[in-house]
T-cell receptor
Framework: EDKVVQSPLSLVVHEGDTVTLNCSYE??????LLWYKQEKKAPTFLFML????IEKKSGRLSSILDKKELFSILNITATQTGDSAVYLC???????????FGTGTRLQVTL | NAGVTQTPKFRVLKTGQSMTLLCAQD?????MYWYRQDPGMGLRLIHY???????AKGEVPDGYNVSRLKKQNFLLGLESAAPSQTSVYFC???????????FGSGTRLTVV
C-alpha cells in the first residue's frame, strides 16, 4: 500500500521565520511528488518534483526531492501571515496519475 | 476560464437519501478524480476516470458510484447516504502526466 507521511502535523511560527516541512513516502512505483497549499477551499498547486537534487523555487518557497532516501522538503523563508495554510504532499505512482496524499502540515504564521 | 466547477457547494441530506455531485471542467482534460477529505485523514481517492466512458475504483469506493458520459463531466452519486459519508468532496482533473491536478472548490456534504 502506498504511503505518504508528513511532519510536523502542525507548526506555529512568527512572521519572518523560516520553516521546513517534511514529506516521506513509500510507493511501489514513483513518477513524481507534488506539493499543494490549501487555505479555506481547494488545494492549489505549488511544485512537482521528478528528479533528485534539483531544487524547484517560486519566490520564498522552494522544494527538493531525494529519491534515494524517499523524502522531500518544502522550505518557506521570511514567512508571512498569508502563508498560513495546510501544506499537502502527494505522490504520483504513475498509474493513471492517482495521487496518494499525506495528511498535511498545518502552518500558522503569527505577527 | 472556469477551470473545475463543482455543484452544489453545500448540501445536507437525511440518511438514506440519494444525490449526485457534478464536476465540470473546461480544460479538455482526460483524467478526472473524486476525493473526499476528512479531518486527520487527508485526501482519499474515491473513484477516477482516465477518459470519456471509463471509470475505476479508488481507495474508498464503497457507497459511491460515478459516471463519465462526457469528457468534461464527472458525476459522483450516493445511492443511500450514510452519516459516514459526511465529508468535503473535491473533484480534480489533470491534462497529462507532467501537470499537477486542478481542483474544484469542494462540496461540503452533511448526512444527518
Amino acid at each position: 500500500e502506498d504511503k505518504v507521511v508528513q511532519s510536523p502535523l502542525s507548526l506555529v511560527v512568527h512572521e519572518g521565520d523560516t520553516v521546513t516541512l517534511n514529506c516521506s513516502y513509500e510507493v511501489t512505483n514513483f513518477r513524481s511528488l507534488l506539493w499543494y497549499k490549501q487555505e479555506k477551499k481547494a488545494p492549489t498547486f505549488l511544485f512537482m518534483l521528478t528528479s533528485s537534487g534539483i531544487e524547484k523555487k517560486s519566490g520564498r518557497l522552494s522544494s527538493i526531492l531525494d529519491k534515494k532516501e524517499l523524502f522531500s522538503i518544502l522550505n518557506i523563508t521570511a514567512t508571512q501571515t498569508g502563508d498560513s495554510a495546510v501544506y499537502l504532499c502527494a505522490v504520483n505512482p504513475g498509474t493513471a496519475s492517482k495521487l496518494t496524499f499525506g495528511t498535511g502540515t498545518r502552518l500558522q504564521v503569527t505577527l | 476560464n472556469a477551470g473545475v466547477t463543482q455543484t452544489p457547494k453545500f448540501r445536507v441530506l437525511k440518511t438514506g437519501q440519494s444525490m449526485t455531485l457534478l464536476c465540470a471542467q473546461d480544460m479538455n482534460h482526460e483524467y478526472m478524480y473524486w476525493y473526499r477529505q476528512d479531518p486527520g485523514m487527508g485526501l482519499r481517492l474515491i473513484h477516477y476516470s482516465v477518459g470519456e466512458g471509463t471509470t475505476a475504483k479508488g481507495e474508498v469506493p464503497d457507497g459511491y458510484n460515478v459516471s463519465r458520459l462526457k469528457k468534461q463531466n464527472f458525476l459522483l452519486g450516493l445511492e443511500s447516504a450514510a452519516p459516514s459519508q459526511t465529508s468535503v468532496y473535491f473533484c480534480a482533473s489533470r491534462g497529462g502526466l507532467t501537470y499537477g491536478y486542478t481542483f474544484g472548490s469542494g462540496t461540503r456534504l452533511t448526512v444527518v
